[in-house]
T-cell receptor
């Protein structure tokens, strides 16, 4: 049973380019969460999605960042016009449900480096 | 606003010792608490989940306790091994519209052979 799959593992972009990060949840999981880990900082919640719906995006920067979880295919975190401060590890997690006894399972992350 | 603090930030002990990692949180209104392990360049591995109604959970050499009223959790590792070297993260689950994990900064643990 495959875990949460994220790709690419490493992504290098120049300032002003777009970055697309993909996340395939565990089989049977319909709840997806994105977190960002800035250098020397803890993980911070960004957005929570269910299939075709953004439930909570309170942790997302207001500009340049967007997320989707289409009916078919992986969840995508998209960063437009990247800047140096976007360099971080981006982690995706999935859960079977949203109840308090449903743990979130994490992928290995995408390390984004902005030149 | 919920804040999670982990002490110490780093810990180095000889192999075979028992050790305790500490986690504190400012708001006792949590739904559960999870302990994770993070290896360098890797994702997070869930170690233990304690629901808010529980006091502790055990898995192998790991035991996690939860005291909601005082806002504290501890992770006890028995008979430590070099393979236990990693960063250990504590996270509380809060419900603010959606289930969210609020993480501490982690404790970087090194077990010396």
């Amino acid at each position: 049973n495959a875990g949460v799959m994220q790709n690419p593992r490493h992504l290098v972009r120049r300032r002003g380019q777009e970055a697309r990060l993909r996340c395939s949840p565990m089989k049977g999981h319909s709840h997806v969460y994105w977190y960002r880990q800035l250098p020397e900082e803890g993980l911070k919640f960004m957005v929570y999605l269910q299939k075709e719906n953004i439930i909570d995006e309170s942790g997302m920067p207001k500009e340049r960042f967007s997320a989707e979880f289409p009916k078919e295919g992986p969840s995508i975190l998209r960063i437009q016009q990247v800047v140096r401060g976007d360099s971080a590890a981006y982690f995706c997690a999935s859960s079977l449900g949203s109840g308090s006894n449903q743990p979130q399972h994490f992928g290995d992350g995408t390390r984004l480096s902005i030149l | 606003k919920q804040e999670v603090t982990q002490i110490p930030a780093a810990l180095s002990v000889p192999e075979g010792e028992n050790l305790v990692l500490n986690c504190s949180f400012t708001d006792s209104a949590i739904y559960n608490l999870q302990w994770f392990r993070q290896d360098p360049g890797k994702g997070l591995t869930s170690l233990l989940l304690i629901q808010s109604s529980q006091r502790e959970q055990t898995s192998g050499r790991l035991n996690a306790s939860l005291d909601k009223s005082s806002g504290r959790s501890t992770l006890y590792i028995a008979a430590s091994q070099p393979g236990d070297s990693a960063t250990y993260l504590c996270a509380v689950v809060i419900i603010q519209g959606a289930q969210k994990l609020v993480f501490g900064q982690g404790t970087r643990l090194t077990i010396n052979p």
